[in-house]
């Protein structure tokens, strides 16, 4: 008697992330089996383990890719490459990976997800909303004042609602196989602009200061923030926002059609949360 073979499932790494977690949501909500690839999970996956790697992905047919901490990190684009590579070996037929706007480290292992032989699907993405309200931003601005290396630069913040909602599609829907979305907000602020914004939203004084690359990473340091991840956050500032991704583009639209969600939408409806209140 031939043994039945278990469902297939879709696997989203990071699955307790900004993106992760919405798109695990949205999946669960339709009905689709999916696996959660994190060093929590109750099948652990982590990157630096190479040993957790061939156990999540058996059985799976889809898989999200979202390298933690960032595709620029050293060593990223040796790791997407392999887990890309044992991915296809064991049977997955469709990839979508999270990417960055303006990264040439990123963009090489697109091109790797791109020549694996499967269904592809790439989201290039720059700074999310999620960052002032998610971790990374949010104790400063409860503290009242967000400080960072970078002026008057803009950036078209992008909502990772909207990235959930365009991976959702391509890992579960038709005609999107092949097709590299660059997602983004549908307008350009500053850092200090967005800052005023949630300032206004919440009622408190919120400012934002802009310092020296040098300043801000002496700030991390002492605060101990290990060394590795002052790198790359001195990195990102100073290098994604130089201007090279002061643009919008219709990924959204094109993905989903309908336009992207407005910062002001994001704002307006997290400090409903009181998410923003003193720290």
């Known amino acids: 008697m031939a043994t039945q073979r278990k469902q297939q499932q879709i696997l989203v790494l990071g699955g307790t992330g900004k993106t992760g977690r919405r798109i695990v949501a949205r999946l669960q909500g339709q009905g689709v089996p999916v696996r959660v690839g994190s060093r929590s999970a109750q099948q652990p996956f982590d990157w630096t383990d190479q040993a957790t790697w061939a156990p999540i992905l058996r059985d799976v047919d889809a898989v999200y890719i979202s390298y933690y901490p960032d595709l620029a990190e050293p060593g990223a684009l040796e790791t997407v490459s392999a887990f890309t590579d044992l991915a296809v070996a064991a049977g997955a037929s469709r990839l979508v990976l999270l990417s960055g706007r303006g990264q040439d480290s990123a963009q090489l292992a697109e091109k790797h997800v791109q020549s694996a032989g499967v269904e592809w699907t790439v989201l290039?993405?720059?700074?999310f909303n999620q960052n002032f309200s998610e971790d990374y931003l949010l104790h400063s601005?409860?503290?009242g004042e967000v400080v960072l290396p970078v002026g008057a630069v803009p950036e078209p913040f992008v909502d990772a609602d909207d990235i959930a909602e365009v991976a959702v599609a391509a890992l579960t829907g038709g005609g999107h196989a092949g097709q590299l979305y660059e997602l983004t907000g549908p307008r350009l602020l500053t850092f200090g602009e967005a800052v005023a914004e949630i300032s206004t939203v919440t009622g408190r004084t919120i400012t934002f200061v802009p310092v020296s690359p040098e300043e801000y990473a002496g700030s991390l340091a002492a605060?101990?923030?290990p060394a590795t991840a002052v790198e790359l956050l001195t990195h990102l500032f100073t290098t994604l926002l130089d201007g090279r991704n002061a643009r919008?583009?219709?990924?959204v639209v094109r993905a989903l059609g309908r336009p992207p969600r407005d910062f002001t939408d994001f704002a307006r409806s997290t400090a409903a949360t009181g998410v923003w209140g003193r720290a």
């Open 124 to 127: 290039r993405s720059g700074w």
């Open 141 to 143: 601005v409860r503290g």
């Open 223 to 225: 605060a101990g923030v």
């Open 248 to 251: 919008m583009t219709d990924g």
